[in-house]
């Protein structure tokens, strides 16, 4: 069935501030393109927090569906933030079942020349009949999936902010962003904007932006921490650590920020070691050396593609890079030391609850000594 064809258009993903973004777009070029006006175009809430809610979402779509133009002419509904589609108790309820079986059926019924509907829905369990359905029988798109990891659909957010902010990324400045900012797309727009503005009309958000004007929202505080320990800064590390813990902060976090980081360190410095990836340069580790190595070791994680710091190959080849390059590498005998140090201190934590601080700044001591 071509596109052109499909009844309806049908939006869905894991992350809802991505599908409502393109739900949004699409809402906006059809209403234009069938020429509505205000009261030919309706948006329907689709969010619903049990069984009573659904029912109420969906008969309130019905209406919105087969209610006839005041003015003649054709109309566009929007069933946005449809949330009952996914794998949950709401979502699992035969209430609930019932109630998408009734939506199917009034799908199935819609008349593209009189309403052009537009569905959003997130998250989404694709296993159902309905979904698949869907996929069938409607202009369908899966945001961040099918082949488009979560990284690479957060990226699509944060380069379509900043174009139309009227600003590009320089070198490396994208990948710090979303390093530090996380999977939390609002904060990511805001964030895009942000360096926009500070970029000026037309301008280039650079790396060197990111670094000083973005918070680390991923990691927290801690964050700062550990790219002081890990460049061999001791005043630094020490003056990170009180900052964290005047602000009272926890031990823990610290700890496994240091572990993380390390680990990746010790994986590095292994491949380094035996020839498989050379130091890296300012752009980072040399990308066909880097799709060796995968190539050649991923099978040793099990098949996980989650990311993680076990596994080096789930991490983002550029920061790692930055990572290697920014510290001041150690020995692999060194790395393991400063392994088993971190483990001693959380063990002296449980043993001395109220001296977190001082406990990591001998840490800190001893090893960057």
Sequence with gaps: MPAATKPFVFICGPDDFIVNRLG??????????AGADDFSRETVSGFAANVDEVETAVNRFRDAVQTVPMFGGKRVVWFKDVNFLADTVTGRAEGTLKQVVALQELLEKVNGDEV???????????????PKWCEGHADFTLAGGDGESAGEALATVALAEARDSS???????????????????????????????YAGEGGTIEEAHVGDLTPNFAEGDFFAAADRFFAGDLPGTLAELQRHFFAGGDARPIISALQNRNRILIQCRVLIDNGELRAPGPYGFDKAAWARAQTAYTRHFGGDLEKSSYNLFTQNQWYVGKLVGSARLPTLRRLIDTQQELVRVFEEIIRRPNEQETVLRDMAVRCLT
């Design 24 to 33: 949004k777009e699409r809402f906006e070029t059809l209403a234009t393109e």
């Design 116 to 130: 052009t509907v537009v569905i959003t829905a997130a998250p989404l369990d694709r296993r159902r009949a309905f």
């Design 167 to 197: 600003a590009t990324f320089g070198e490396g400045a994208l990948e710090l962003l979303l390093q530090k900012v996380g999977a939390n797309t609002r904060l990511l727009t805001e964030e895009v904007r942000k360096l926009a503005s």
